[in-house]
Structures are given as C-alpha cells and as structure tokens.
C-alpha cells in the first residue's frame, strides 16, 4: 500500500518561490537546466524528516514552517557595517571575498595581484560562462535534498583556486552577510582547488549585520578538493541571531599524502545543521576535523560528519565539544567507515557536551563501520555537568560564582579551540565565548 505524503507549507512554497525568481538567478539558461533538475529532485525527496537515519534528530519537515524567497540583489552595507557584523574576526589579516544575501560585493572585497598563486572569482560569473556545473549529491537522502535546493537557488559563492606548490602567507576569508529587515534565504556554493604541495588558510564565516531582520534562512555548500601532499586549514564560523537557520554541507576530498585540518564554530543561530563529509582519493592522508558550538534558550545544533577511509594507510581525528545552556539542544552524529582495501587506518573520534542547564539536551551517536582487519580505530563521548567541587575551590580563593563558572566553560572549551592553529582566529572564538558566556544563564 503506496502512503500520500502530504507536503508542508513550506515544501508548497518552494516551487513556487522558484518560479518567481528564476529568471533573476545567476547563469540564465545555461545554468536553468541543472537548476529545474535539482528542484525536481527536492521535489521527490522533500524536506528532510526523522524516518531518515541521519536526519532522526533534526526534523526539518517539522521545523521548517516557512520558506522564504531569496533576495533579488545584495544590500548596499558599508565597510564599517562589515566591520561590526564580523566582530572579533574584522581584526584577522587576511583577503576577502564578500558576499551580501548572497550576492558578491566587489567594493568589499580583496583585490588580488594579477600575479597571485590564489585565484578567487565569484560563482555566478562562472555559471554565466557555464565554466560551473552545479551538483546535487550527497552521502543520505536527506543530504541530497539539502544539496537539491542550494543547487536550484544558488546565486553566489566563491571559486577558489591555488597553484601547485603555492605557499599562501596570508588566509582567504569567504565572508557571507545577511543584512537587511526582510525575512530571506540565501543559497551560496564554494568551489575550492587546492594544487599539489600548496599550503593555504581559508576560513569562511557568516554573520549578520547591524540591521538585519531575526528571519533567515541560509544554505551554505563548499566543495574542496586537496591535491597530493597539500596542507590546508579550513575554518567556519556560524555567529547570527533571531529565528535564522543555516544548513551547510562540506565535501572534502583528499588526496595523497595531504593534511586537512578542519574546524567548525557555531553559536548564536535557532538552527543549524553542519554536514561534513570527508572522501580519502590517496594513502597518507592525515585529517583532523573538529569544532565547538554554544547553545541557549531553544537553540539547535546538528553537526552530522562522515568519514570515508576508502584507501590504505590514513589517519583521521576527531574532537567535537559543546556548551548547553536552557532549554538548547545538541546534536553529534559521526560516522567513520573503513572500506575493505584499507588497511593500517588509523582513527580516533570523540564527542563531549558541558551542560549549563537540567532541561537542555545533548545526543551522540558515534558509529564506526570497519571492513578492513588491519586497523586502529576508536570512538567516544561524554556529558558532564560543571563540578561542584571545582566551583568551590574558585569561589574559596575569592573568584565570583559567575566568573568561576566563566573560567570553567572557557577550560572546557578550550580544548577544542586549540586546534586552531591561527592565532588570531583562536582569540576571535575566545571573545565570542566570553561575550556569549556573559549572555547566558541557566
């Protein structure tokens, strides 16, 4: 017996909002049929929903009311808007490339030497030219449909290239704004190449802006692929507020003998979902992923990592911690798979919540699917609330309850940070947590 699924409001909307704005988006009819295949295959799956495995925690079906159109043009946003809106990270050296609602802001962004072994252009040109391809697949069904909908409302991103052995000294920031009192979506797509033997920083951060509405909706993809023996460190920062909710998708792939280190920081959003899916193409690879988010009132956090030894002799660590506070909720679900072929593997994963509050909640499930009998793998995780005793000892020695807790969460947290290894960026989490921390109660 076939059973109807009846479509939400928002699931309605969406066609519907496409048609509106189709002949605005990026790419006109070259890039119109990849779009209407993509919005077909939404279509199919739907939004996803709790029957799907890896989705069971985050129900967007039911969470996601509402869908909401695209802007029609970036906002106009001063240097000093853009200043406030990164906050913390406005005082990294670095190039940048700007994106505002989801459209590139040439006057904001970093003019690069003609000479530079970092080439980095904005998406939509490419789609124009039909020299991008836009891509709607991923590792689950869910992902597929999250993946499905960037691809059909796409309108901007970064295309970054760096050389074959480039040695890029300072990082490359992908900066996503959302400005503006109207309630909006913004889907953006990094396409990232990095030569063999180069070595480069790129951080990507999306944050809002002095006037921007509580209502959005972002969906950010980076695809990356690592060539032979390249060192990379890939950092995001998810820093909004109000109702927004942010859907992003990683797609790593790496190659041989490569170290990829990844972090990911999130606070500040009604609902976030952090896929990461990393493909090992080469022996030798090292990678190690990690990140640390903070949650209050209502808040939703989903980081969803799948880790895919598909050759020989690669190393993987994971380290993922959070901070509950409220009524929040957090969500780690990493899977590790070791494919038949790949022996001597090496990997280690754990998880670990601090929960500020009795009524907040925290769900992990770590997996670890190994074909291989040649292997050394491991997983883990824990939840904790502050000790008592450790509050007692601070306060004893004069230290104020509230600082004490403060110094706490930053011990806790710290752990995790430190695998930044950019030093600005670091003090940049560091002030985030302390800023929140002076928010938040239990």
């Not at 890896?54 to 001063?78: F, G, H, M, V």
């Not at 499905?148 to 970054?160: H, K, P, R, S, W």
């Not at 895919?308 to 506070?325: I, M, N, Q, T, Y």
Request: glycine residues 8%.
């Amino acid at each position: 017996m076939n059973v109807a699924v009846i479509k939400t409001k928002a699931e309605q909307a969406i066609p519907e909002l496409f048609e509106r704005v189709a002949e605005q988006l990026p790419g006109g009819t070259k890039a119109m049929p990849a779009r209407r295949e993509a919005l077909s295959r939404f279509a199919s799956l739907g939004m996803p929903h709790r029957r799907i495995e890896e989705w069971k925690y985050t129900d967007l079906r039911n969470t996601l009311k509402d869908a909401y159109a695209p802007s029609a043009a970036a906002s106009q946003l001063s240097a000093k808007d853009l200043a406030t809106a990164l906050g913390p990270m406005a005082d990294i050296e670095a190039d940048r490339i700007v994106f505002v609602n989801g459209f590139h802001s040439a006057e904001l962004s970093s003019k690069l030497p003609s000479d530079s072994q970092i080439s980095v252009a904005p998406l939509s040109e490419a789609l124009a030219s039909g020299l991008a391809t836009l891509t709607a697949e991923g590792a689950d069904e869910g992902q597929n449909a999250v993946l499905a909908l960037n691809a059909a409302f796409v309108t901007d991103g970064a295309i970054v290239t760096v050389g074959a052995g480039a040695e890029i000294a300072k990082p490359l920031m992908i900066v996503n704004v959302r400005a503006g009192s109207a309630a909006q979506s913004a889907a953006v797509r990094n396409v990232v190449s990095i030569g063999a033997n180069a070595k480069v920083t790129i951080i990507e951060a999306f944050v809002v802006a002095p006037d921007a509405g509580t209502s959005a909706q972002a969906n950010g993809v980076t695809e990356i692929k690592v060539g032979d023996a390249a060192e990379v460190a890939h950092v995001k920062c998810v820093a909004d507020q109000g109702e927004a909710s942010h859907l992003s998708n990683w797609l790593v792939a790496l190659g041989k003998d490569t170290v990829y280190h990844g972090f990911q920081f999130t606070f500040g959003t009604r609902l976030a979902r952090n896929g990461i899916n990393v493909v090992y193409g080469g022996e030798g690879a090292k990678l190690d992923v990690s990140g640390a988010f903070l949650t209050r009132g209502s808040e939703h956090v989903d980081t969803t990592l799948v880790v895919d030894h598909a050759v020989p002799k690669c190393e993987s660590r994971e380290l993922f911690k959070g901070v509950l506070a409220n009524q929040s909720r957090g969500i780690f679900q990493g899977k590790v798979i070791v494919r038949p072929d790949a022996q001597k593997t090496d990997g280690k994963q754990m998880a670990q919540a601090l929960m500020l509050s009795p009524d907040a909640e925290f769900d992990s499930k770590p997996e670890l699917e190994i074909y291989a009998d040649d292997v050394v793998c491991g997983h883990g995780a824990t939840v904790a609330q502050i000790d008592d005793d450790l509050m007692f000892y601070c306060q004893s020695r004069g230290i104020p309850a509230a600082e004490a807790r403060a110094l706490l969460v930053e011990s806790f947290i710290g752990e995790a940070l430190a695998k930044v290894e950019h030093e600005g960026l670091r003090e940049a989490f560091t002030a985030y947590t302390n800023a929140w921390l002076s928010g938040t109660s239990t």
